[in-house]
């Protein structure tokens, strides 16, 4: 992925093909978006989306 200055802050550029709900994580953008480089997904044995897991999903440090 390209990384766009109008679209990064503090260092952290947003995926704008990545959105994400969980505010909880490191990579959350404070918006909708993810800021990691780039994300993993599994298991790999997954039959539908409810099976699924963001294996990039990092705490937030308070």
Do not use: L, Q, R, W
Not at 14 to 36: F, L, M, P, Q, R
Not at 45 to 51: I, K, P, R, W
Request: hydrophobic share 25%; proline share 2%.
């Amino acid at each position: 992925m390209e990384k766009n200055s109008a679209n990064c802050t503090n260092g952290k550029c947003i995926n704008e093909g990545i959105t994400c709900d969980v505010k909880n994580c490191h990579y959350h953008s404070g918006d909708c978006y993810c800021t990691a480089e780039k994300i993993a997904v599994g298991p790999n044995f997954a039959t539908s989306s409810a099976d699924t897991i963001c294996a990039t999903f990092k705490a937030k440090k308070d």
